[in-house]
T-cell receptor, first 113, second 115 residues
Framework: SQKIEQNSEALNIQEGKTATLTCNYT??????LQWYRQDPGRGPVFLLL?????KEKRKERLKVTFDTTLKQSLFHITASQPADSATYLC????????????FGTGTRLLVSP | DTEVTQTPKHLVMGMTNKKSLKCEQH?????MYWYKQKAKKPPELMFV???????INESVPSRFSPECPNSSLLNLHLHALQPEDSALYLC??????????????FGPGTRLTVT
């Protein structure tokens, strides 16, 4: 069955460091992958989209990589700030229908001052 | 305006009640979605509407009945729910194209408690 896994444990880092979050998937051939941020009690907010034929995407302090051979995406936040503390979700789409996103389990990031 | 609004914010209902959740967007998006999210779990897709027509139903029990009256509005009618249906219900919208490669804009959700 399809599985999309992210770090199950919370990731604790110090302010100013780079946070690296992983998203691994099995039994899936996504056409694209998206990353979202979710704060407690709020809806997810879109951050970045990367297509299957792209290796890397950047937006300000964010960088995402996509390796379809390893079936893995890495999400980096450089110069992290306490305001970056949230749950980060990867979401895959394109395998069973272009409109359907399947979300990963999410990783909680805590950035301490 | 990149906002998706949902009402109510909180809803408590008994198992015999009938209630509705509402979602609205004015971004001109032609795809709208309902998701269910339990605590500490990712959102799970329930329904997708494309150009006001039901496009995807993820085998959701019939006690949940979606409706898309026009391109800006999405409703979720609830009837005879079970306590395990208690969750955060999220509405989202996105542009619609053949590639499907568009981000989704989520509302703040309705926190539903079934007693």
């Amino acid at each position: 069955s399809q599985k999309i896994e992210q770090n199950s444990e919370a990731l604790n880092i110090q302010e100013g460091k780079t946070a690296t979050l992983t998203c691994n998937y099995t039994n899936y051939s996504p056409a694209y992958l998206q990353w979202y941020r979710q704060d407690p009690g709020r809806g997810p907010v879109f951050l970045l989209l990367i297509r299957e034929n792209e290796k890397e995407k950047r937006k300000e302090r964010l960088k995402v990589t996509f390796d379809t051979t390893l079936k893995q995406s890495l999400f980096h936040i450089t110069a992290s700030q306490p305001a970056d503390s949230a749950t980060y979700l990867c979401a895959l789409g394109g395998n069973t229908g272009f409109q359907k996103l399947v979300f990963g389990t999410g990783t909680r990031l805590l950035v301490s001052p | 305006d990149t906002e998706v609004t949902q009402t109510p914010k909180h809803l408590v209902m008994g198992m015999t009640n009938k209630k509705s959740l509402k979602c609205e967007q004015h971004m001109g998006h032609r795809a709208m979605y309902w998701y269910k999210q339990k605590a500490k779990k990712p959102p799970e897709l329930m329904f997708v509407y494309s150009y006001e027509k039901l496009s995807i139903n993820e085998s959701v029990p019939s006690r949940f009945s979606p409706e898309c009256p026009n391109s800006s509005l999405l409703n979720l009618h609830l009837h005879a729910l079970q306590p395990e249906d208690s969750a955060l219900y999220l509405c989202a919208s996105s542009r619609q194209s053949g590639t499907g490669l568009h981000e989704q804009y989520f509302g703040p959700g309705t926190r539903l408690t079934v007693t």
